[in-house]
């Protein structure tokens, strides 16, 4: 007897691995969301065309940067970045054994970066450095979303265990 087919063949990309679905693109991106802050607003608000756009996040932007104890808040993205580096290089020409390890680890990482925003955010609350406000519940509900999904989701329990095999290119 033959085992059900699972995924439909444009599920799957050039290299045979599953696809990396939407979702889980916006779920790297949001857990992103610090590192967009502190890094590269600031740089869009230097680039011609792009600057008008940015300008007006930027005072929001400053006033993140400018709390020294915000700058912890980038913990919850550093294993968000490594992960988005592999799913850059999910190809069979990838040597390196950290990216490869990173993407294998990708959900463990992702559920570990939700959780640490979480964490953090409720200690600054517990500790009175920040207020609950509408943004903050947001942010605690979009990170609990991110966790059930990355739980959850068989599609993504599967595509982070494919990696293409490596090939000389």
């Not at 939407?22 to 991106?29: E, G, M, R």
């Not at 400053?62 to 104890?69: D, L, T």
């Not at 190809?91 to 463990?108: D, E």
Request: charged share 15%; proline share 6%; with cysteine.
């Amino acid at each position: 007897m033959t085992k059900p087919v699972k995924y439909s063949i444009e599920d799957y990309n050039a290299h045979d691995v599953l696809k990396i679905s939407f979702n889980l693109s916006l779920v790297a991106a949001y857990l992103l969301k610090y590192f967009y802050i502190m890094f590269l607003l600031p740089v869009f608000s230097k680039v011609p065309g792009l600057s008008e756009s940015v300008t007006l996040a930027m005072p929001f932007v400053n006033k993140f940067v400018e709390h020294p104890a915000n700058l912890v808040f980038l913990i919850s993205s550093l294993p968000v970045v490594l992960v988005t580096l592999a799913m850059f290089r999910r190809v069979p020409q990838t040597k390196s054994p950290l990216l490869r390890w990173a993407w294998i680890q990708g959900r463990p990482l992702l559920l570990f970066s939700a959780i640490i925003d979480i964490a953090l955010m409720l200690l600054y609350l517990l500790l009175g450095i920040r207020h609950l406000n509408e943004m903050y519940i947001l942010l605690l509900y979009l990170d609990g979303m991110c966790i059930v999904y990355l739980w959850k989701s068989t599609y993504v329990i599967d595509a982070f265990a494919q990696f293409p095999e490596y090939k000389k290119g």
